[in-house]
């Protein structure tokens, strides 16, 4: 490994530390440096470790020496933007935003974009940064079927679905979307027992709207009735 493969390492071992003034030497030693990242052995670049690790300042000062690391996607198809949202990590996800919004709609080889990773891990304020930068975002669906209310109730986040479905209710083929099991938001939460969830969707809706009543409410009782039953029959069994 020549010197140049050695400032590679450099730069790779000090994104897993987080130190700026590492990079700041090898940006003196080799003003290129980041722009031979490409050429590297490695699946991904320093701004995605630092991204997923959390650290702050170091994703700042590799925006602000080569802002198009912010374009660059790992192994997976991933972009920083994916990591950080996953991770939670809101300044960061707000430095990676202020470069590059574009990568809001860009899917991962899972067909994952970043809203789609923070409602799975219930990244509250992370949703709400990703939304208001890429509303369109909010549309885009998991393998062309599950939308973000589907996540939101498989994975059990209720904070993530009072900020999402609000907007969204008066999007009546949005809101109606069937899951790949042909599961509406309210069928799914029913079937998965989540009370708190089921009386939000509930409320949400305007039962009484002069426009009659949205799909997704036709056979509500049913649904409402096929739960309560259920509990019922399992009642000894939950652990109060």
Known sequence: MGIRGDNT????????????????????????????????????????????????????????????????????????????????????????????????????QFGRIPLHLAVMRGRVEVIRELVHARPASVKEKLHGQETVLHLCIRYNHLQALQLLLPPAINESEFINSADRNGHTILQLAVSKKQIELIYIIICEFEIFSKKGLPIILINLEFYINYLIVDLIINYDRIEL
């Not at 490409?38 to 991204?51: G, V, Y």
């Open 9 to 108: 390492q450099k730069l790779f071992e000090a994104s897993l530390r987080g130190c700026v003034s590492t990079l700041d030497t090898l940006l003196k030693k080799d003003p290129v440096i980041l722009g031979r990242i490409s050429l590297s052995s490695f699946t991904e670049t320093p701004l995605h470790i630092a991204s997923l690790l959390g650290h702050l300042h170091f994703t700042v000062a590799l925006l602000d020496h080569k802002p198009d690391l912010s374009d660059e996607l790992n192994s997976q198809g991933q972009a920083p933007l994916h990591l950080a949202s996953a991770e939670g990590h809101i300044m960061i996800v707000k430095a990676l935003l202020r470069v590059n919004a574009c990568v809001c709609l860009v899917p991962d």
